[in-house]
């Protein structure tokens, strides 16, 4: 707040022409629609994953988030370079394939060792496949329409994470943690597809 106080107001210069086309990016529609599938299932492990693991018995739970953020780290050492010289699509398609897989693993676990394993799963995916669909997302759209290319991907990735949490939230309300985790892994199954 303090550092706020010390923002001043820039003289105002000759404005810039306005970029038609509004906030609505369609360029960027396919990464769009992607990232917002795989940040619905990201919704729902964040949301839920600790609950499933008290369902479980699982101590010590919390070491789920700790695996996860340690796989994105080292995903995102190997990830971008793999992006930058073979394409955004070779690491998209098996990012894709780790949420599902992650998923999958969810669904079964009933143990700490399986819930790291999917949080490693998922943090791999996650970890590299944010990045990319972000640098695809990017690479369709034109300099002048990026902002509005951005504002799109973003609003997708955003109504990914709040729809994911709470339709699935409703939908482990009648079938369970355990066949809601499975169900998930049919989003990132549909982006896969689309891709």
Known sequence: MAMV????????????????????????LIPAIIVLLFTFSYGAVTSFVLLYADERNIANKGF??????????VSRLLGGRISDNHGRWAVIVPSLILAIAAMLVLSIVDSLVLLLTAAALFGLSFGIGNPATTALAID????????????????????????????MGIVASFTGYASMFALSAIFPAIALVIG
């Open 140 to 167: 369709l759209v034109r300099p002048e329409r990026r902002g509005a290319g951005m504002a799109t991907y973003t609003s997708a990735f955003e109504a990914g994470i709040g729809s994911g949490s709470i339709v």
């Open 64 to 73: 789920y988030f700790t695996g996860f953020a340690a796989a994105v780290l």
């Open 5 to 28: 106080l010390l923002v001043r107001e820039p003289r105002k210069g000759p404005r810039a022409p306005a970029v038609p086309g509004g906030l609505f990016e369609r360029a960027v």
